[in-house]
């Protein structure tokens, strides 16, 4: 029996992340399927609109035996750490294939490139001279890949892969990667394809256009039409009432933070704040994470506090339970079901963020459910 790793962030679960589950049901007929997903904040720095139990719900609906919670503390960074703690999480659970969506659909070559970053010690002096140049840094590791390679990587699911193999290389982790290929473009604006990505789908719900065909029907009835911009009056209360101290956020560095406090006083919502910040050296995606840690009060001394110290059970099959008890007494860490405060830097941080989550989204069920809900099981 293959076991499964799929890393994930359903925000929401659309077309393409069925496909993929019917995918790896094909490729491995009698698999466990163990998902790893951020909950309620995502890694680009946005909000989910959907939460981490209607994802659990939709997951083990279309295919998913085993659901885990990838902690705030590690959800809402770069693609590194977001990948340290989404595998470190899947090889405690025993995966022994890691399945991800690629745009090359090039494994082999995504372990090489994957070798010559952590080897090769040119390619640090390369991606430091594009630094100073003040590139962005994924710019800089792509450029970095190519003055070496020849090759170019720079679409965002094989950057994320290159993080998760890299991840698998370091720690001598006992995991096959293995790449689907992605059926659209992440930037695509084209909608007359059924399966489109979720940032178009989340850009049509906002617009209150018509998406039903572009998601499994188990989805429509869980989505809702919050974005960022919801956020932006708590955002701007902490940027001001903090404005002498911004740089204790996590990923707030390099002076920008003069630049945040500027652009606060003459933006009237978030993305006039995003682009009164944007330079050159900032992607869209650090900007927003820089922004969504000021709002959730995530420092910088939390950030270098953090661990991997349990694994958040959210969901689960029969399969997906009879899987668990017979790995469970090979676990080092506990497999918790619920929130309780002071046993874990990481878990507290979470409940944290949910209840902002919960409060601004008017859905208060979140906090209560984070004390009170056991596992969502599917007979």
């Known amino acids: 029996m293959k076991v499964i790793g799929i890393v994930c962030e359903y925000n929401p679960f659309h077309l393409g992340h069925l496909y993929q589950l019917n995918k790896v049901k094909e490729m491995y007929p009698d698999s466990i399927i163990i998902v790893v997903c951020s909950s309620n904040f995502t890694q680009r720095g946005d909000i989910s609109i959907l939460n981490k139990w209607d994802k659990t719900r939709i997951a083990l609906e279309y295919g998913v035996d085993i659901f885990i919670e990838l902690p705030f503390g590690y959800a809402t960074q770069s693609s590194d750490i977001f990948a340290k703690g989404a595998i470190e999480i899947l090889n405690h659970l025993k995966i022994d294939t890691l399945v991800f969506g690629s745009e090359s659909d090039n494994a082999q070559e995504l372990i090489n490139l994957a070798n010559i970053q952590l080897n090769n010690k040119e390619y640090n002096n390369i991606v430091k001279k594009y630094l100073d140049q003040g590139i962005n840094y994924p710019t800089a590791l792509s450029k970095a890949l190519s003055d070496i390679t020849n090759t170019i990587i720079n679409k965002p699911n094989d950057l994320l892969g290159l993080s998760y193999i890299k991840e698998i290389i370091k720690n001598n982790y006992n995991i096959i990667p ?202």
């Open 178 to 379: 293995v790449t689907i290929k992605r059926t659209n473009d992440y930037h695509s604006k084209d909608i007359n394809n059924n399966i489109i990505n979720a940032s178009l789908i989340r850009k049509l719900l906002l617009e209150k256009k018509d998406v039903t065909n572009y998601i499994p029907s188990n989805t429509y009835k869980y989505l809702t039409s919050i974005s960022l911009d919801d956020f932006y009056p708590y955002l701007k209360y902490q940027i001001i009432n903090n404005s002498n101290k911004l740089n204790i956020y996590q990923t707030v560095d390099e002076g920008i933070e003069n630049r945040i406090i500027k652009s606060i006083y003459k933006s009237s919502n978030y993305n006039e704040l995003v682009m009164n910040i944007k330079t050159k050296r900032y992607t869209y995606n650090k900007i927003n994470r820089m922004l969504l840690h000021i709002l959730t009060n995530f420092t910088k001394e939390e950030a270098q506090n953090i661990k991997i110290d349990y694994i958040r059970l959210l969901g689960f099959t029969n399969s997906g339970q009879k899987y668990l008890n017979s790995i469970k007494k090979d676990i080092n860490i506990p497999i918790i079901t619920r929130y309780k405060p002071k046993i874990s830097k990481l878990l507290d941080i979470e409940f944290r963020t949910n209840s902002i989550y919960a409060y601004i989204t008017n859905n208060y069920e979140l906090i209560e459910l984070e004390y009170s809900c056991k596992p969502i099981i599917k007979n």
